[in-house]
């Protein structure tokens, strides 16, 4: 699962250049990337299971993962609202232009957040297996570890960013959005207690 979002991340981050700035496709490249970014990913996973797969329909089996998942989808639907109404607020309150330097300044912090959600698809399932186990000294030790690194690797992270924000700005966006690098270190910040917590 893990190398499969970095799958779909990395095949993003290089298909969204290559529709928007070669190919010129606009907001059609931009879904365009975004779709086959996910059918790579989803082509990856496919060919990593263990055993082959017959496809068959079974509508019990539908039934029971809709409703299983179906309040995790309400779930992630209503956190990505609560989490994008803060561009709402700002729009309300300082007009489009304070969007976009926000937009610019939480781009990094984001993105890093979506990298965290691969150490999530693993971290979690070891937890519950270890416990399930009734191994809680090995799930204390994950634990431990785990957040000793995310601790250290988020905190150099943040320290590069309070000292060269403006660089960074400078040279991922351009020097037009410098204004919005200290909303950058303060969203890092954010990011990192995130992580820890």
């Not at 928007?20 to 365009?32: A, C, M, P, S, V």
């Amino acid at each position: 699962i893990a190398i499969s979002q970095i799958i779909n991340g990395v095949s993003k981050v290089l298909l969204i250049p290559i529709f928007l700035i070669i190919l010129r496709t606009g907001l059609f490249g931009l879904l365009l990337s975004f779709f086959i970014s996910f059918i790579i990913a989803i082509a990856y996973q496919f060919k990593a299971l263990p055993n082959s797969v017959k496809m068959h329909l079974d509508s019990k089996l539908y039934k029971d993962v809709l409703a299983f998942g179906f309040p995790l989808s309400l779930n992630h639907m209503l956190t990505v609202v609560l989490t994008k109404i803060d561009r709402y607020l700002i729009a309300g309150i300082i007009g489009p232009t304070g969007v976009a330097y926000y937009e610019i300044a939480s781009r990094i912090p984001d993105n890093g957040y979506r990298m965290f959600q691969s150490f999530h698809s693993v971290f979690f399932p070891h937890i519950s297996d270890f416990f399930a186990k009734k191994k809680s000294q090995d799930a204390e030790y994950i634990v431990n570890h785990s957040l000793r690194l995310i601790s250290f690797a988020s905190s150099f992270v943040t320290l590069v960013v309070f000292v060269f924000c403006k660089d960074i700005v400078r040279i991922f966006f351009s020097g037009q959005y410098l204004i919005s690098a200290t909303a950058f270190s303060i969203l890092t910040l954010s990011m990192t207690i995130d992580f820890v917590g």
